[in-house]
C-alpha cells in the first residue's frame, strides 16, 4: 500500500470513529450535514472540477431530492430506502431536461441560466401550497429503519451519511478515471480541440449535470431524513454559493478538495460563533484570503509544498566510460 493510500485509509477510520469520540448532540449534528454538503459538493465538483462548467443551481437540485423523498415518505408512507434511490433518480430526470438546453451556453450566460433555473425552484416550492405546503415546509418526515433499530439520532444516522459519502466518493473516482472522466477533462481544457478529436461535447456536458444533479438530490434528500422539517429557505441562491464556495477552497479537480472544502466551511462558522456579530466578517476575510493564496485549494496548496504521497522511482545510474588501457595498467 503506497503513502496515499494509507493516508485515505487512515483519514477514513477517523471519520468513522466520530460519533463514537463526539457526545454534544449540536455538533454531531453539524458533522452529519457537513457530509452531507460534502456529498452535494462531489456532484458540483464533475460539473465545475472535472468538466469546467459553471452551475449555481446546486441548491434547487438539493431541494429537489429532498422534497422529493419527503413527500414520498409521507404521502404513500414508504420506507426512506426507497425513497431516496427515488429521489435521486428524479433529481437526475430534472438535471437531464434542465442540462440539455443550458449546456449549449457558456461561461457567464451559463450562470445565469442556472441561477435563473435555482430562483424558479425555490418560487415554485413557497408557492405551491398544495404540494409543498408553502414557506411553512414539511414536518413529520420518517427516519430511515434498520430492521428493529429506527435511525432518529444523529449518532445512528452519521453512518448513513457517510456510507452516502464513500459510494459518492467511489462513484465520482471510477467516472474521472474512465474514458468519461478524460473526454470531461478534455472539455475542461479546450472544448473547441475536443470536438475536434470527436468527442460529443454536448453529450458528455449534459451527462455531468446530470451526475451533479443526481448527487445534489441525493445530499438533500439524505438531509430531509436527517432533520425531519424542510423549508424553501434551506435552498435559496446563497446556499448554492456556499456550495461553490466549499468546491473552490478545497480544490476544485479533486474529489478530497470538495470533501475537505465542504467540512472545514460546515465547521468554520461554529468555531467563530464566540466572536459573534463579528464572526461572518472574520469568516468572510477568511474566505477571500484562501481564494487569493490558494488559487487551487487546500489540495493544491498541500500538493505544493507537502512531500509527495507517491515513492518516486528510483534514479539511474550514471554510466561510466571504460578506462583505456595502457602499458602501466597492462603490466
Given amino acids: 500500500m503506497n503513502r496515499r493510500a494509507l493516508a485515505v485509509a487512515v483519514a477514513a477510520i477517523l471519520l468513522a470513529a466520530f460519533p463514537l469520540v463526539v457526545k454534544s448532540q449540536y455538533i454531531l449534528q453539524v458533522g452529519d450535514s457537513a457530509i452531507i454538503y460534502a456529498v452535494a459538493v462531489i456532484g458540483l465538483g464533475i460539473l465545475l472540477g472535472f468538466t469546467g462548467q ?11 431530492g429532498a422534497y422529493a423523498s419527503a413527500l414520498l415518505s ?105 474514458r468519461i472522466g478524460r473526454a470531461l477533462e478534455a472539455i475542461r481544457e479546450n472544448e473547441i480541440a475536443a470536438q475536434a478529436m470527436g468527442i460529443d461535447t454536448t ?12 448527487f445534489g438530490g441525493l445530499g438533500g434528500a439524505l438531509i430531509a431524513h436527517m432533520t425531519r422539517f424542510i423549508s424553501p429557505d434551506s435552498y435559496s441562491f446563497d446556499q448554492s454559493v456556499v456550495f461553490l464556495v466549499m468546491l473552490v477552497i478545497g480544490g476544485s479537480s479533486t474529489i478530497t478538495g470538495a470533501v475537505t472544502g465542504a467540512i472545514l466551511l460546515t465547521f468554520l462558522p461554529e468555531v467563530l460563533r464566540p466572536l459573534k456579530d463579528s464572526y461572518i466578517m472574520v469568516y468572510g476575510a477568511a474566505v477571500i484570503v484562501m ?18 504521497f507517491e515513492p518516486s522511482p528510483p534514479r539511474p545510474q550514471a554510466l561510466r566510460a571504460p578506462v583505456p588501457r595502457t602499458a602501466d595498467t597492462a603490466s
Fill in 54 to 64: 459553471m452551475s449555481l443551481a446546486q441548491a434547487a437540485f438539493f431541494g429537489i
Fill in 74 to 178: 409521507i404521502s404513500f408512507g414508504w420506507s426512506p430506502w426507497v425513497t431516496i434511490p427515488l429521489a435521486v433518480a428524479f433529481t437526475a430526470l430534472v438535471g437531464a431536461l434542465v442540462g440539455w438546453p443550458c449546456l449549449r451556453l457558456s461561461g457567464h450566460y451559463l450562470a445565469l441560466a442556472t441561477i435563473g433555473f435555482g430562483i424558479i425552484v425555490q418560487l415554485f416550492l413557497i408557492n405551491d401550497k398544495g404540494l409543498t405546503n408553502g414557506p411553512d415546509g414539511l414536518t413529520g418526515i420518517p427516519p430511515p429503519k434498520l430492521g428493529p433499530l429506527t435511525l432518529d439520532t444523529y449518532q445512528t444516522y452519521f453512518y448513513v451519511v457517510y456510507g452516502a459519502l464513500l459510494l459518492s466518493i467511489y462513484v465520482a473516482w471510477r467516472v474521472k478515471h474512465s
Fill in 203 to 214: 453529450r458528455y456536458k449534459v451527462l455531468a449535470f446530470v451526475l451533479a444533479s443526481a
Fill in 291 to 308: 481564494v487569493i493564496f490558494m488559487p487551487d485549494g487546500l489540495i493544491g496548496l498541500v500538493k505544493r509544498f507537502a512531500p509527495s
